[in-house]
């Protein structure tokens, strides 16, 4: 049935103008979305120089467009770049001093109760910002931005009242509070106590003095503990992580004040996920501040810190943040599901089940179920129920799948799609960061903030700080910049026709190039047509023991997934099963033409050789798997492909093959084919076996041609 609004397609995306032209209009009079996209409006933002504003007074348009049809569309995908301590902030650690500059995801720091914690998330470096000089009655001194949050003491409390503006959350009067840097400057005067670790010789101290300063480079960590307390600077002073989840919120909110508005789904659920059990506690902290600090919400909401959920009293709806995990999925029904940072979910072993759980759950509010899935880009490939919809999300976009029930919303430098355009221009980085100000568009980061960190990143000599930046700022896939600045392989490969070919007819040329793989990786055959035109067309065939597919991980068993159901990956029950396959497929292609060249890398399995020829009922030619070998093969189907003589059949598998074969050039000037992904034998997302067979077929055709072999190649002795 189609739904009530237009496609959600846009073929066109990359040619864009401005950031609000890749959020498709879904339905232009709908009177439900303007209602809900006024009650996200109004959510009071708690931080920043937007501080005390209500979200429609700072959205941008494509922010204000994607939350309208979001509430529109059953489901959603949503992938953007993303918009803190100084640098030299001193920061104690298992392993004596850091930085907080040098902070690592998988560090140790001391949390407030003096045990070490790791460090779960790190944030791109910020500059610009209004920054203090903080002061301790210890002398220790700390430069932190506006924003950053320390859990204080008033020495003043303000009683029964609400809580000032600044005060993200708050106990009974006299207990401690969690305020910004911002507040603590306005309020000095009142005295703000911080109570120490047990790591410490005092108990506590003071706040004395906090300064405006000149702006200076920050960074803010996450870390996995409870009081997301870490002890900063050389007194280790205790000092809150980062965290902002402002769209997750306000959406949230605006589906519990929607169904209040309309007198629906009472009792209901609103279900945030997030991937962890930490980044759930930073969600409901942000969710709970920002009603603690509305004071028309402040009184309509209870909340429940250890449950992380908040009840609106007046209807029973709840918003509750679960963390990836099945026993927290099973039996929810929520009416909105919301997946915070999806790509992360999608690296956890049974994420996309519980993401499925959900689901399941809500359908039972048929068509007024919805699932918001909100990311940015994967720093490396995309895996998991991430990979899934991100592939999804792509195809609907591109119109190669009708659902107009599906909104796909994809910041994405467009690298393959417009090889015009730089990564390297300033004036294109909107393309992956929507929220970027540029002479076309008005933004909330301005261009020289960003060039400083791209600046400063891809001069640090850190090439993993690098492809963080890129996929967390810029939307920048890191294989696919990898791929684009690779080969002319990576380059040509995409615009290869796809389509089968029967019979050999019209063939000058037949060659099978094999690569038999590993106990725990597929084995490949390549057919390989050359016609008379100079035309090549490529088949290709693979093959995996059951064990192998059982053994590989959720994400490489997604890829073989895809690959059985369009025919180009066969499990077998033992690997003499897969020798005898392709020998087979080689004797039905000589019966019908007798010149038929088969043959490949010998040394992959043992024994591999004799079955195959056994089958078979032809010699199996050796190819050498040298630099010299392989590189020559390599360049002759790029010069191929350039020259668009190339047609293959359909095979998903060869498509990752290809994706992930990392071109290496050796010192001696010639090139090599290694595997981006660098996972263990039958553990990587992809492989590169199918491509492998492709350039043991293209050598063996060069040489069958240069040799002027005769019909009867039971002769030839490679």
Same mark, same amino acid.
């Given at each position: ?6 496609t959600?397609?846009n ?34 933002l ?32 949503i992938?953007m ?20 500059g ?39 001194e ?34 401690p ?8 400057a ?5 005295g703000?106590?911080i ?17 405006p300063i ?16 870490f ?25 519990v ?12 659920l ?18 709970q ?8 919400l402040?009184?309509?909401f ?6 992380r ?22 039996g ?9 940072e ?5 690296t ?5 089940k ?15 179920f ?10 490396g490939?995309?895996?998991?129920? !991430? ?8 195809? &609907?976009?591109? #119109?190669?799948? @009708? %659902? *107009?029930?599906?909104?796909p ?24 960061m ?48 990898a791929?684009?600045a ?17 019979? !050999? ?6 060659t099978i190039? &094999?690569?038999? #793989?590993g106990? @725990? %990786? *597929? ?45 180009s ?11 005898a ?26 024994g591999?050789?004799?079955?195959l ?9 050796p190819?050498s798997?040298?630099?010299?070998t ?16 190339m ?9 990752f ?12 000037g ?7 992904d ?10 590169v076996d ?15 041609e240069?040799?002027a ?5 039971g002769?030839?002795?490679?």
């Amino acid at each position: 049935m189609t739904a009530p609004f237009g496609t959600t397609a846009n073929p066109d995306w990359f040619n864009a103008e401005k950031s609000v032209d890749l959020v498709p209009i879904l339905r232009k009079k709908d009177a439900d979305a303007d209602l809900y996209t006024r009650l996200a409006g109004n959510f009071l933002l708690t931080q920043g120089d937007v501080f005390e504003k209500r979200l429609s007074d700072v959205w941008l348009d494509w922010q204000k467009q994607f939350i309208r049809s979001s509430f529109q569309a059953q489901s959603s995908l949503i992938v953007m770049g993303k918009g803190p301590l100084a640098l030299d902030t001193p920061i104690a650690t298992p392993d004596g001093w850091s930085t907080m500059g040098d902070m690592k995801v998988g560090d140790q720091v001391f949390a407030v109760d003096g045990k070490p914690t790791k460090v779960t998330a790190v944030s791109p470096t910020f500059i610009n910002r209004k920054c203090y000089r903080l002061t301790f009655s210890d002398g220790t001194e700390i430069v932190a931005d506006e924003d950053h949050r320390w859990v204080t003491t008033p020495r003043q409390p303000w009683g029964s009242a609400p809580p000032p503006m600044g005060v993200l959350s708050c106990g009974k009067p006299g207990e401690p509070i969690k305020c910004t840097t911002g507040y603590i400057a306005q309020t000095l005067g009142d005295g703000h106590r911080i109570d120490m670790s047990p790591k410490t010789a005092s108990k506590s101290v003071m706040i004395t003095g906090c300064e405006p300063i000149d702006s200076v480079p920050v960074k803010c960590i996450t870390i996995d503990h409870p009081s997301h307390l870490f002890l900063a600077g050389e007194g280790m002073i205790p000092t809150h992580n980062s965290g902002k989840s402002t769209t997750v919120a306000a959406m949230a909110i605006a589906m519990v004040m929607y169904c209040r508005a309309k007198n629906i789904h009472h009792r209901g659920l609103v279900a945030i996920l997030a991937p962890t059990i930490p980044a759930a506690r930073i969600v409901f902290d942000h969710v709970q501040e920002c009603v603690l600090a509305d004071d028309d919400l402040r009184d309509q909401f209870k909340s429940n810190v250890q449950s992380r959920s908040l009840v609106h009293e007046s209807t029973g709806i709840t918003i509750q943040i679960l963390a990836c995990d099945m026993s927290a999925a099973v039996g929810r029904r929520p009416i909105l599901l919301i997946c915070d940072e999806l790509h992360e979910i999608g690296t956890i072993s049974g994420g996309e089940k519980v993401v499925d759980q959900l689901e399941r759950g809500g359908r039972n509010f048929g068509t007024a179920f919805k699932t918001i899935m909100i990311s940015t880009m994967s720093v490396g490939q995309p895996q998991g129920v !991430f990979k899934k919809r991100l592939d999804y999300a792509r195809k &609907v976009r591109d #119109g190669e799948i @009708d %659902d *107009p029930t599906f909104l796909p919303v994809l910041f994405e430098f467009p690298i393959e799609q417009r090889p015009d355009l730089s990564i390297d221009d300033p004036e294109q980085w909107w393309r992956g960061m929507p929220s970027l100000t540029t002479p076309k568009q008005r933004g909330t980061m301005d261009i020289a903030m960003m060039r400083a960190e791209v600046e400063r990143a891809a001069t640090s000599g850190d090439k993993d700080e690098f492809r963080l930046m890129l996929s967390q700022r810029l939307g920048v896939q890191a294989d696919d910049l990898a791929a684009a600045a690779e080969s002319p392989l990576h380059a040509h490969w995409p615009r290869a026709p796809l389509h089968s070919v029967d019979g !050999f007819s019209d063939a000058r040329a037949v060659t099978i190039g &094999v690569d038999v #793989g590993g106990t @725990d %990786d *597929p084995a490949a055959a390549c057919l390989l047509r050359k016609y008379d035109g100079g035309e090549y067309h490529a088949e290709v065939r693979q093959w995996l023991v059951q064990s192998g597919y059982d053994r590989a991980t959720q994400n490489t068993q997604d890829v073989y997934d895809e690959a059985i159901e369009d025919g180009s990956l066969t499990l077998v029950a033992d690997a003499s099963d897969i020798d005898a396959e392709i020998g087979r497929w080689a004797a039905q292609v000589y019966s019908v033409y007798p010149s038929l060249v088969f043959g490949g890398d010998e040394h992959g399995r043992v024994g591999a050789k004799a079955t195959l020829e056994h089958f078979a009922g032809i010699p199996f030619v050796p190819v050498s798997q040298s630099s010299v070998t392989i590189g020559s093969a390599l360049a002759a189907l790029e010069a191929i492909l350039a020259d668009m003589k190339m047609s293959r059949a359909p095979s998903a598998l060869l498509d990752f093959n290809v994706k992930n074969a990392a071109i290496v050039e050796t010192q001696s000037g010639l090139r090599r084919i290694g595997k981006r992904d660098g996972g263990a034998s039958g553990q990587g997302a992809m492989k590169v076996d199918g491509l492998a067979a492709i350039l043991d077929a293209v050598y063996l055709t060069s040489q069958a041609e240069a040799l002027a072999l005769p019909d009867d190649l039971g002769y030839w002795v490679a």
